[in-house]
């Protein structure tokens, strides 16, 4: 399949995120095989999960310019570009609270489970090593996640005591500040996906963390309006206030559907029961042509990446369809206005009469 973009749109498309495809078994278990994989069913560009061994080595990535020559070689003999680089598990891992400690420790090696402290120091220097990887790679951009120390207190009951918050946040900026300093040395913004569960989960808690950076210029957004919905967030009006942090774009859909049982918080129940679960493009509640609209307005001129986490579908049929997809939600921005045709041009004097002066 073979689906060709061919207007002057500054947005590229469409893309695929590979982590949720990745496995043991032909064509999902190399890069070079995904690559040729995703290719054949339209996509243009990859964001490679970094924390996935069968697709990159980050450290390897990040100190040799060969090596990601040879990546990028890989990737561009199957007619794509990379996107961008994820580090969601090892972003999550520079801020954990201990009350998450064993969950979050299958994120790392086995070499640094049952200790933090050294688990933290391996997070943070893979952070850094993505930044120089990216920048070996070309890319002005990178998908993470922010990690959590406030998250349990999220709901405040019992009440939080005076001062926690702007605390927490200090904290969390404490420890991203070295990491977005190596980012800003090697070119390349840090684009959190705001994401329940992390302490950057909507707008309010981005403004308190860019604030407590001195408004970093490399503290950005991966805008993915799923995690919206289920927050029952307006997704739209998000990008009105914060387009000029939006560097990144996960296409990803999205359903809620509250009961008389269950809402928000779903219940502890498995995602094909909750009342907000994610599903695959076309399938959910979320506007797409109101965002690639809203984005094209405001001259978003990045990848839209298909994430697929459906709680229903297969991966390989979600693959399949989001390509077209999102292809079709592309939009070819016009150069005229579409009442040109019944323009008077200008004329200073006709102004005048119009005006009656």
Not at 1 to 14: D, L, Q, R, V
Not at 239 to 264: C, M, Q, W
Not at 324 to 329: K, L, S, T, W
Request: with cysteine; proline share 5%.
């Amino acid at each position: 399949m073979t689906i060709e973009i061919k207007n002057n749109t500054n947005m590229k498309g469409p893309a695929i995120f590979l982590a949720q495809f990745m496995g043991d078994e032909a064509p999902f278990d190399n890069l070079k095989s995904i690559c040729e994989w995703v290719a054949g069913l339209g996509y243009k560009g990859i964001e490679i999960p970094t924390f996935d061994p069968r697709c990159v080595d980050l450290e390897k990535l990040a100190e040799s310019k060969t090596y990601a020559e040879e990546v990028q070689g890989i990737v561009h003999e199957a007619g794509l570009e990379i996107t961008d680089l994820s580090t969601h598990l090892q972003g999550q891992l520079v801020a954990v609270h201990p009350a998450y400690d064993k969950l979050f420790d299958g994120f790392a090696p086995k070499e640094y489970h049952d200790n933090p402290k050294s688990r933290t120091d391996w997070a943070v220097n893979q952070m850094n090593y993505a930044a120089r990887a990216s920048k070996n790679l070309g890319l002005s951009g990178h998908a993470t996640f922010s990690g959590a120390l406030l998250w349990h207190t999220m709901y405040p009951w019992p009440q939080r005591p005076a001062g926690l918050v702007e605390a927490g946040f200090k904290e969390l900026a404490d420890r991203w500040l070295p990491i977005l300093n190596t980012f800003d040395e090697n070119g390349v913004d840090v684009c959190y996906e705001l994401h329940p569960g992390e302490d950057l989960h909507d707008g309010v808690t981005f403004e308190r963390f860019l604030d407590a950076t001195g408004n970093h210029s490399r503290v950005n957004i991966i805008y993915d309006p799923s995690h919206f919905v289920l927050q029952q967030l307006d997704y739209i009006d998000f990008i009105d206030i914060y387009h000029e942090r939006i560097k990144l774009f996960h296409v990803k859909d999205a359903e809620f559907n509250p009961t008389g049982r269950s809402g928000v918080y779903g219940g502890y129940q498995s995602w094909v029961d909750r009342p907000g679960r994610f599903r695959s493009l076309g399938d959910g509640d979320v506007n797409f042509g109101a965002i690639f609209s809203k984005l094209a307005q405001y001259d978003f001129n990045g990848w839209p990446v298909l994430e697929w986490e459906c709680c229903l579908k297969h991966p390989e049929q979600g693959a399949e369809e989001g390509a077209p997809f999102i292809a079709g939600h592309i939009i070819r921005k016009t150069e005229k206005a579409f009442d040109d045709f019944a323009g008077a041009g200008a004329d200073e004097n006709l102004n005048k009469k119009v005006l009656g002066i």
